[in-house]
């Protein structure tokens, strides 16, 4: 099976979200704006969570890859790109947990 990155995913739905097409779920997505996005990608992500709960592999999987989706939706919805996210990992490999989390901005 050929492998399928997050950067394909993100390229997807880059070029879906440029297509005029009404059979586009992802423009049609994006075109209810940000906030819709972001409901939706809570949804998925409770979804997820509850497949975890339940302990059920398979549909664990299967919702994992829904908030993946959605999650790329969403960071283009407010023009964050996937490298900026990895950046923002990158930096925080760089240290421990604790450090990294102990080093953040408090509001």
Known sequence: ???????????????????????????K??????????KKFGEEAVEMVIAAVEND???????????LFHMLVLLKSRGVKLEEVEAALAQR??????????????D
């Not at 997505?29 to 906030?35: R, Y």
């Open 1 to 27: 099976m050929a492998r399928f990155t997050l950067h394909d995913l993100a390229a997807t739905v880059d070029a879906r979200a440029a297509s005029g097409g009404e059979s586009s779920y992802t423009k």
């Open 93 to 106: 490999t760089s240290m421990s947990g604790l450090e990294e989390k102990a080093s953040r901005k408090r």
């Open 57 to 67: 592999r398979g549909h664990l999987i299967s919702e994992t890859a829904d908030v």
């Open 29 to 38: 997505l994006l075109d209810k704006g940000p906030e819709h996005c972001a």
